[in-house]
């Protein structure tokens, strides 16, 4: 059964046993009280005639002889039977088709020599007053009515009750399907959308099997069933991800292993060189085996991401970026000459800032090499550094066709490469390294949009030390 249905029906019997119970309730009322009112009205009646008949009859025997004539009969009203007794409770007037003996109002003000059977015909009111003559009571006068109009009103009040109880049902009805309808459908809803949910984080394998299962009876064991599938469809999905996440694991390790061999080996070579090269070679491969040493400790990061997706950084220390400008400008003469492009390096004097050397490097070649790859033959690549506002400012200027107006939006972003042919091979992934380097060190990455030939992109990152100083007293 719908809830809808299930509610509809509840409010239904709710409201008809309801109004059945107030309206049995106000038809006992009504004849409790009718039955007073009647009660009242012929004890007003009893105590007017019996004053009148104690008036025209003094004594016992007096009233005897005038009670079946019946003196002032017709002051009661139509339809009130009489009847006389004596005070031992003989029957002296009235009709004997109401019975030989006193009612019990009337048996209650006679005093039989033995006791005597009330005579109570039913569908009738009865009251009794006593009849008192000027040396006491002389005898009993019962007055009695008719119930039966009575009865047929509230027969009629019945009839009205259950009538009132069957409209009230009805209108109910049409306004619990209203009501019900409003609450089964976010329910509904509900359902629908945990069934969507479970859906989408089921993995397939997992879901063989639920064709056969049962429809369910109504909205709320069609929600229960949704977020019972939901809940084992993610069950499965965070399982998946275990297995996933085990799996990256295995596989960062075995790319570890499988990177640092070959790296351990040109180590290895290079120091053997370094013993055996002549004089001349030996900065050359000096360099060589601090870039050996730097590739090993990125490969360590890169192959040890951290769980929230975030870039790490070594332990802070002191970094001059002037020396490292340097060194990345020897790192690239040897290939600028080969490509016919002159590197420019401009700086100042020593600029100080705490910070992850090797990730700065990296950002910086990163620069660097994008520059001289869109750099034609002929053109010139600047690194620049400089110092501004309590900030160190690296800026590096190519000779390229510079950044498109629809690309500048977009080319901090993971897989997004420039227009130029010679960024064809490029996976996207060097600009945003870059950001990231920046962002990890307090700064920041940008273009330069003002440079009206080329591109150039700036890092900035804030000073430390002394050189910080000397800036802020500036």
């Given at each position: 059964?719908?809830?809808?249905?299930?509610?509809?029906?509840?409010?239904?019997?709710?409201?008809?046993?309801?109004?059945?119970?107030?309206?049995?309730?106000?038809?006992?009322?009504?004849?409790?009280?009718?039955?007073?009112?009647?009660?009242?009205?012929?004890?007003?009646?009893?105590?007017?005639?019996?004053?009148?008949?104690?008036?025209?009859?003094?004594?016992?025997?007096?009233?005897?002889?005038?009670?079946?004539?019946?003196?002032?009969?017709?002051?009661?009203?139509?339809?009130?039977?009489?009847?006389?007794?004596?005070?031992?409770?003989?029957?002296?007037?009235?009709?004997?088709?109401?019975?030989?003996?006193?009612?019990?109002?009337?048996?209650?003000?006679?005093?039989?020599?033995?006791?005597?059977?009330?005579?109570?015909?039913?569908?009738?009111?009865?009251?009794?007053?006593?009849?008192?003559?000027?040396?006491?009571?002389?005898?009993?006068?019962?007055?009695?009515?008719?119930?039966?109009?009575?009865?047929?009103?509230?027969?009629?009040?019945?009839?009205?009750?259950?009538?009132?109880?069957?409209?009230?049902?009805?209108?109910?009805?049409?306004?619990?399907?209203?009501?019900?309808?409003?609450?089964?459908?976010?329910?509904?809803?509900?359902?629908?959308?945990?069934?969507?949910?479970?859906?989408?984080?089921?993995?397939?394998?997992?879901?063989?099997?639920?064709?056969?299962?049962?429809?369910?009876?109504?909205?709320?064991?069609?929600?229960?069933?949704?977020?019972?599938?939901?809940?084992?469809?993610?069950?499965?999905?965070?399982?998946?991800?275990?297995?996933?996440?085990?799996?990256?694991?295995?596989?960062?390790?075995?790319?570890?292993?499988?990177?640092?061999?070959?790296?351990?080996?040109?180590?290895?070579?290079?120091?053997?060189?370094?013993?055996?090269?002549?004089?001349?070679?030996?900065?050359?491969?000096?360099?060589?085996?601090?870039?050996?040493?730097?590739?090993?400790?990125?490969?360590?990061?890169?192959?040890?991401?951290?769980?929230?997706?975030?870039?790490?950084?070594?332990?802070?220390?002191?970094?001059?970026?002037?020396?490292?400008?340097?060194?990345?400008?020897?790192?690239?003469?040897?290939?600028?000459?080969?490509?016919?492009?002159?590197?420019?390096?401009?700086?100042?004097?020593?600029?100080?800032?705490?910070?992850?050397?090797?990730?700065?490097?990296?950002?910086?070649?990163?620069?660097?090499?994008?520059?001289?790859?869109?750099?034609?033959?002929?053109?010139?690549?600047?690194?620049?550094?400089?110092?501004?506002?309590?900030?160190?400012?690296?800026?590096v200027q190519d000779a390229g066709p510079g950044v498109p107006l629809a690309l500048r939006a977009h080319i901090w972003e993971r897989g997004v490469r420039g227009t130029d042919p010679a960024t064809a091979g490029s996976a996207g992934l060097g600009l945003s390294l870059v950001r990231e380097i920046a962002v990890a060190h307090g700064g920041r990455a940008f273009l330069d949009e003002q440079t009206l030939a080329g591109a150039c992109f700036v890092i900035e990152l804030p000073l430390s030390g002394p050189t910080a100083l000397v800036q802020q007293r500036s």
């Amino acid at each position: 059964m719908s809830l809808t249905l299930r509610l509809t029906t509840t409010y239904l019997l709710l409201t008809l046993a309801g109004m059945l119970l107030l309206g049995a309730g106000f038809v006992w009322l009504a004849g409790r009280a009718l039955a007073e009112l009647r009660e009242r009205e012929l004890g007003a009646q009893a105590e007017l005639y019996a004053a009148l008949l104690g008036e025209l009859a003094a004594s016992a025997g007096a009233l005897q002889a005038l009670a079946p004539i019946r003196p002032g009969g017709e002051l009661l009203p139509p339809g009130t039977a009489a009847r006389v007794f004596s005070p031992a409770g003989a029957l002296l007037a009235g009709d004997p088709d109401l019975g030989p003996f006193p009612s019990r109002a009337a048996l209650a003000l006679v005093r039989p020599p033995v006791p005597l059977p009330a005579s109570q015909v039913a569908g009738r009111h009865y009251a009794a007053r006593p009849i008192n003559g000027p040396a006491g009571a002389i005898g009993v006068l019962e007055l009695s009515r008719d119930a039966a109009a009575d009865a047929r009103l509230l027969a009629a009040l019945r009839r009205l009750a259950v009538q009132a109880a069957l409209v009230a049902a009805a209108v109910v009805s049409v306004v619990s399907v209203l009501v019900a309808r409003s609450l089964a459908r976010p329910i509904s809803a509900q359902a629908r959308r945990a069934t969507a949910l479970a859906a989408r984080y089921t993995i397939p394998e997992t879901s063989v099997g639920q064709a056969g299962a049962p429809v369910p009876r109504n909205e709320i064991a069609a929600l229960e069933a949704s977020l019972d599938r939901l809940d084992a469809g993610l069950r499965a999905y965070l399982a998946r991800i275990d297995e996933l996440e085990q799996a990256r694991a295995r596989f960062y390790r075995g790319v570890s292993h499988e990177l640092r061999t070959p790296l351990t080996a040109i180590s290895a070579t290079l120091e053997n060189l370094s013993d055996t090269a002549p004089a001349t070679q030996r900065p050359a491969l000096a360099v060589l085996e601090a870039e050996a040493a730097r590739l090993t400790r990125l490969v360590d990061e890169l192959l040890r991401p951290p769980a929230d997706g975030r870039l790490t950084l070594a332990a802070r220390r002191p970094v001059d970026l002037a020396a490292l400008v340097g060194e990345v400008g020897a790192l690239l003469a040897g290939r600028a000459r080969r490509a016919g492009v002159s590197v420019h390096t401009e700086c100042t004097g020593p600029v100080l800032v705490e910070g992850d050397r090797d990730r700065l490097k990296q950002a910086l070649l990163n620069l660097a090499d994008n520059a001289l790859r869109v750099s034609p033959a002929g053109g010139r690549v600047r690194i620049v550094l400089g110092q501004a506002a309590g900030h160190a400012r690296l800026a590096v200027q190519d000779a390229g066709p510079g950044v498109p107006l629809a690309l500048r939006a977009h080319i901090w972003e993971r897989g997004v490469r420039g227009t130029d042919p010679a960024t064809a091979g490029s996976a996207g992934l060097g600009l945003s390294l870059v950001r990231e380097i920046a962002v990890a060190h307090g700064g920041r990455a940008f273009l330069d949009e003002q440079t009206l030939a080329g591109a150039c992109f700036v890092i900035e990152l804030p000073l430390s030390g002394p050189t910080a100083l000397v800036q802020q007293r500036s």
